[in-house]
Each structure stands twice: as C-alpha cells, then as structure tokens.
C-alpha cells in the first residue's frame, strides 16, 4: 500500500516561493508516474506538473517558468518548487502517484490514471 505525504502549504505574498514536499511510503518505484494537482474553483483537479521516473516532466501552461517539479529517488520524496507565486495559484495542493501501466505512453497531467493521493495541502497567495 502507497501512503503519499504533503507539507510545505502556507501562506503567502504574491511574488513570493514555497516548496511543497510530498513524502511517499510504500513501494513507489520506476513503474510509477508522479504529480502535482490543485484544486480549482469548478471542484475538480487540475494537472499542475507531473514527472516521470526517466525525468521528463510536464506542466499546466499557467505555472511553466515558475514551478519546478522533482523526485529525489533515495528519500522517495516529491518536491514543488513554486515562485513568482500569483493570487490565482491559491489552492489546495495534491500530490498523487500512479502505475505507468494505466498512463499509456506517456504520464498525464489529467488525474484519471493516478490510483494514490495525498490529503492536500494548502497554498494561498495575497496580492
């Protein structure tokens, strides 16, 4: 069994950085695609950046150039660097894991194909 997780949410100015951090317990290996999701105002989740275990990654056109995603594979951690933070990136923040199997041929920024799920954190931004 996979347990994901989340830390790192907070409050902050717009223009300002955080690092969400998502530790996962379990047998998360190369057979798995990783991301980040928020919630948006419609009640669904959004892709916000996903990683693959050869390290492609993939981001929502709305954060590319200001967040990074990355996996440090000894401590099994998943990490979101956000800067240049905006009021419209407040949210609640998901990290997820899923089987590549169910991704196809490329991992996904929709959430369909992710089976494990963290319990959020939350990300909110000021002007």
């Known amino acids: 069994q996979v347990q994901l997780v989340e830390s790192g949410g907070g409050s902050v100015q717009s223009g300002g950085s955080l690092t969400l951090s998502c530790v996962a317990s379990?047998?998360?290996?190369?057979?798995?695609?990783m991301g980040w999701f928020r919630q948006t105002a419609g009640n669904r989740r959004e892709g916000v950046g996903i990683?693959?275990?050869?390290?492609?990654?993939n981001y929502v056109d709305s954060v590319k150039g200001r967040f990074t995603i990355s996996h440090d594979n000894v401590k099994n951690t998943l990490f979101l660097q956000m800067n240049d933070l905006k009021p419209e990136d407040s949210s609640k923040y998901y990290c997820?894991?899923?089987?590549?199997?169910?991704?196809?041929?490329?991992?996904?920024?929709?959430?369909?194909?992710?089976?494990?799920w963290g319990q959020g954190t939350q990300v909110t931004v000021s002007s």
């Open positions: 379990g047998s998360i290996d190369d057979s798995y695609c």
């Open positions: 997820a894991a899923g089987y590549k199997y169910y991704h196809g041929a490329h991992c996904q920024m929709n959430p369909g194909p992710y089976n494990y």
């Open positions: 990683i693959d275990s050869d390290g492609t990654t």
